[in-house]
């Protein structure tokens, strides 16, 4: 289990490829909580991270959804921002600039109503300076098709992906909801349809109810549920997308420590993101890439890559 | 010196069934917050309740932050278990903070707003005309230093057990209607429920329509669900006006509580 | 809104018609939580409830999964008991007679290897004296359709409904997976085979890695998650399903209090159904029952049947 | 009289880094416990930790309960930091408890085992030959009590820092070896980690199997993770060899450790 004889003297090596990108080490933050790094920027080095992903993009600006657009549940929290952000152009001139100045691939999360906005995105963001990797978020619903989700229907996604994969030659990862019956058959459409990486999971739908006002609380009546409440269940969908697909797996959903992480690499992630924590700590990803060294070490691993995948099943 | 430090609690005082009021002892060198700045405190240390809840500055003295709340829910429920010694992690200063007034000023606190509004108050000491409303004497939480530290101060309770029974606004607005014409308009500053602030634009409006009043300033502290607290999340937006909207059929974007807020002018809030 | 001159005097009506049984009033115990009501009738005096749901039956006894089966997770629990259980003749012999005794609905949940098991075991739990009605547990693999799980898969639901409702005229309630895409589809196809009415949620798979070990901590790998950190996965999915069927539906999923058992009635359960709170506080099913009645009269309601479904959306 | 009860803390007193002793006093009538039983035991007061966490009686007297526990994960962690005057539920007394000892009898403690056995040794003093390891002088708690109440005491520690250097089950070994092979047997109690109950049931094995020595009676504390303590999740079981197997390929069936237990022969259990 590479336990060297002086293996207490090395470092450990945590770096890990994604998609030909190469990452310092496994450790991204998760779309929509991190902004485009900015704000952030503040509490600790970006150029520590693995990758940064921004705040999911659109072709044009969006205003979001109506507030309440958060609200605590146990162990959780619901979010029904409605993707809001700048849009595609704004972000090129106005962000990147700031996010060229590190040393680490910045993935950028885009999403459209439609293949065509899809399309229209992944080619806008391609020809930008400094973008390294484009992450498409699928939970959206697809306005032609009748608000069909994208990322539930197996033939939507495997249309959204081909179409997509053709519009980019940057590394291509696909975010999938989990708010399906079968999330290895959905990896595999997407691998199938030319991904280079997936990424899981988004959230997942809920809702939670005002009693007194009989109405929901958030304006959007659902949202989507992230936090440590969700992560069993983001761990075995991970385990079942490493069982099917071949591509890397860049594994989410109520991350909060260390010892977390390496809960979603030992059952098949190459990468972790970390969402919601933040909001809790914003230097947590920083812990948690020591916390992960520190395991290595004490486990006596000298590379992040011995253990991924690395689960006994009974 | 980071935004993000542990703090050690030095005590949590029970003010009443309601009301406490937590002093930190920070363990590393901190920013100097503003009043109307507001710091995102951890309440716990399991996942429930999971997120930092906001709370704005009501003292800050050298290593020393204190804060005034009242308990709603289980954030605040928690955070009334802290005991002398727990070390929590907290957020801040975080957000914009009232503007520095030039004279005299006006000082609308509902309720727990007098957190948020006795710091400024503090600061320009015998400069503020107080006007405090609350449900209940018990409610009226630090009058006496709030009054110590006004030019002069009208009280209001909803069940009239101190000061006058009635709603705050109705005294501001008595308040108003008492100055003469000419007197110079006072900027008024105000953090407290929702439907005070509400209350509030319709009298600031009235007065603004009416071409014979002076343009008030008016700046109002601004409440919303808040997840992060330093700006990524788009949790806590309101609705601002705008010259530049998003989609060009409305004239308002939204923007971040947290970062361009708390205080806003009252003026580009939309008030729905 | 049902209020009288003298409301504060009258005691509301909490009593709900459940796919032709009457309940005094809408909490019922959740399967697999609640033994065959033996063990708690200790803590509370069970003629209180609404109605009593036994753990899980087969035809044949079960050994179940070996251990450990349990582990806490983030305001919820994955189990993996593996449906141990007496077999419905035991369960007949030795558990009903003490449920006669009480003036409550006995629900019966059970559940089979293939469709044929599920036939006999309805037939079988429909002759014994004592039963009110069925509960069919379709989260579990079909051993002649290579383990597919009977309640993921449409057609195979529908067929194992169809066929247990032949087999028996007790009011029959399908218990719904929430592992899967369209749930609303699922309750759809149940109602169309016959069901009397549906239950849901069942839990949700997760799974929990003991990462010094590099090994699931649950010994069959996976478990059902269950406990607050799913309630709002479950309260949006009974609305869902409310928005499609005429059917009544049994509301569950991590209700640990009488606010919780609203959200589920206001989005639309019919009833509700207790689980894994029972195990925090025996007596938690009759301290719903209360808070449900102050609820009604402190917000002016004289029927529970006022406040079910009545969720306004934005 | 219910076992599902609300308790009032007395004092949660730590004893060193690891282990702490609470005292409750019920706000209600409940049953006497027996030496081996267990509560279940409310830790926090949020959905995480959710469950409850079964913790057996150290010491009951009128009104007071007493538990005496090592901090191991959250669940022990949130439970150290209750203080007087908090109220926590409990449910119990649980499970069956060790059968009342004839005359003189052997108590073989690993660690925290202790809890559970000191109130049998207590219960009949001076009846009992004392073993209890741990792996050091600082996890050896309550041992001045538990001497006191025991006929003779054997005692070690991993690490050497008191008593023998060594494992408890070899000392427990020699002392059999030692005794005369017409001795009477002792009947034997043990409660502590799974691989000393392990390397106990091979010594009782070897024991058996040997036709010169007479039987020995051991009853062993068993611990599994529990939900509900009370028999209804099936959570807790463990492989129990049985005449009526539910699977007749197999000699053994499941049994409960809330309720069949916690107390078993051990030569019932299937040792895996
Ligand atoms: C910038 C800012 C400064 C604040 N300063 C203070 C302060 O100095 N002292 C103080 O006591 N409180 C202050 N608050 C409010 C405080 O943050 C909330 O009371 C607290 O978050 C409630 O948490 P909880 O878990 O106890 O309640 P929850 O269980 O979250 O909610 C309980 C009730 O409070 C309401 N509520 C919760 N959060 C908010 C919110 N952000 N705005 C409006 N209503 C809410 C909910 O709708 C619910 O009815 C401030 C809020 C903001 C945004
Ligand atoms: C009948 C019975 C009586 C007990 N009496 C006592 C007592 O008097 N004093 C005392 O300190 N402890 C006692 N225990 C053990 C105690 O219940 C556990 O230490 C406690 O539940 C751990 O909870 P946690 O949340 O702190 O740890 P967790 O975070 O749940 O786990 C921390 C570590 O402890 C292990 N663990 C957790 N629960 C158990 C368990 N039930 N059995 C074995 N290992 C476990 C886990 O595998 C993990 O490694 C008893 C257990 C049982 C079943
Ligand atoms: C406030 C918020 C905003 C989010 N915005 C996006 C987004 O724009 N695009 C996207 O693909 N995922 C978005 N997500 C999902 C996260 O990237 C992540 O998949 C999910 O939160 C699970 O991880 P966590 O439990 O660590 O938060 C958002 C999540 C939150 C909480
Ligand atoms: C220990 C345990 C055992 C269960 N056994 C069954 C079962 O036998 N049959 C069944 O349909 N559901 C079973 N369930 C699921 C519950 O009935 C319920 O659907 C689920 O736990 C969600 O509700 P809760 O969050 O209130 O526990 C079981 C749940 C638990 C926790
Ligand atoms: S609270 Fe996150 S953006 Fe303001
Ligand atoms: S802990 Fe539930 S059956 Fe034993």
């Keep these: 289990m590479g336990i060297t004889p002086n293996s207490e003297l090395r470092i450990p090596n945590l770096s890990v490829d994604i998609a030909g990108l190469k990452l310092k080490n496994p450790v991204m933050t998760a779309s929509g909580t991190f902004g485009y790094g900015e704000e952030y920027s503040e509490f600790l080095d970006l150029n520590r991270l693995g990758a940064i992903v921004v705040k999911g993009l659109s072709i044009t600006p969006r205003q979001g959804n109506p507030t309440p657009r958060i609200v605590e549940t146990p162990a959780g929290m619901l979010n029904a921002i409605g993707l809001q952000n700048i849009g595609v152009n704004v972000f090129i001139r106005d962000k990147l600039p700031f996010l060229r100045q590190f040393d680490i691939p910045v993935i950028v999360n885009f999403f459209g109503d439609s293949i065509d906005e899809y399309i229209h995105a992944a080619e806008m963001l391609s020809n930008a300076e400094g973008v390294h990797a484009l992450e498409m978020n699928i939970s959206c619903p697809n306005k032609q098709a009748g608000w069909i989700v994208f990322g539930t229907d197996p033939k939507t996604m495997e249309q959204v992906v081909t179409a997509v994969r053709k519009a980019t030659r940057l590394p291509l990862i696909v975010k999938l909801s989990p708010n399906v019956t079968d999330i290895g058959l959905m990896a595999k459409i997407a691998e199938n349809a030319g991904a280079d990486a997936v990424s899981l999971i988004n959230t997942i739908t809920g809702m939670v109810v005002d009693v007194k006002k009989q109405r929901p609380v958030l304006a959007n009546n659902t949202g989507g549920l992230s936090g440590p409440a969700v992560r069993p269940i983001a761990v075995r969908m991970v385990w079942e997308v490493y069982k099917v697909v071949k591509i890397p797996i860049i594994g989410m959903g109520g991350i909060i420590n260390a010892n977390d992480a390496l809960e979603f690499l030992i059952a098949g992630a190459r990468a972790v993101a970390v969402g919601t924590a933040n909001f809790i700590n914003p230097n947590v990803t920083i812990e948690i890439i020591e916390g992960l060294e520190k395991f290595l070490i004490d486990e006596g691993f000298s590379d992040i890559n011995e253990i991924i995948g690395s689960l006994k099943i009974s | ?272």
């Design chain 2, 1 to 272: 010196m980071s935004k993000y430090f542990k703090a050690k609690t030095v005590d949590n005082i029970s003010l009443n069934k309601h009301f406490r009021l937590l002093n930190l002892s920070p363990l590393s060198d901190i920013d100097i917050p503003q009043p109307g700045q507001f710091y995102m405190l951890q309440t716990g240390d399991t996942c429930d309740p999971l997120l930092k809840r906001p709370f704005s500055i009501f003292r800050h003295e050298e290593n020393s932050l204190s804060f005034l709340y009242r308990i709603r829910g289980k954030g605040t429920l928690s955070l009334s278990r802290l005991k002398s010694g727990d070390i929590i992690n907290a957020i801040g200063p975080l957000g914009n903070s009232y503007p520095v007034p030039d004279g005299d000023f006006i000082a609308l606190a509902g309720g727990i707003g007098i957190a948020s509004l006795l710091p400024l108050m503090r600061k320009f000491k015998e400069r503020a005309y107080l006007f405090y409303g609350a449900r209940s004497k018990e409610e009226l939480v630090m009058m006496d230093e709030a009054k110590a530290v006004s030019k002069e101060s009208f009280i209001t309770t909803d069940d009239g057990s101190e000061g006058k029974k009635g709603l705050i606004t109705d005294s501001l607005m008595k308040f108003f209607n008492s100055l003469p014409i000419t007197h110079h308009p006072l900027p008024l500053y105000a953090c407290g429920p929702t439907p005070m602030l509400r209350e509030l634009y319709r009298i600031i409006k009235s007065k603004i329509q009416n071409p014979k009043s002076q343009i008030i300033e008016c700046y109002v502290s601004m409440e919303e669900y808040m997840a992060c607290g330093v700006g990524v999340c788009l949790g806590c937006v309101v609705k601002v006006r705008s010259q530049e909207p998003v989609d060009s059929s409305q004239k308002w974007i939204y923007k971040r509580v947290c970062k361009e807020g708390p205080v806003f002018d009252i003026k580009d809030i939309i008030w729905e």
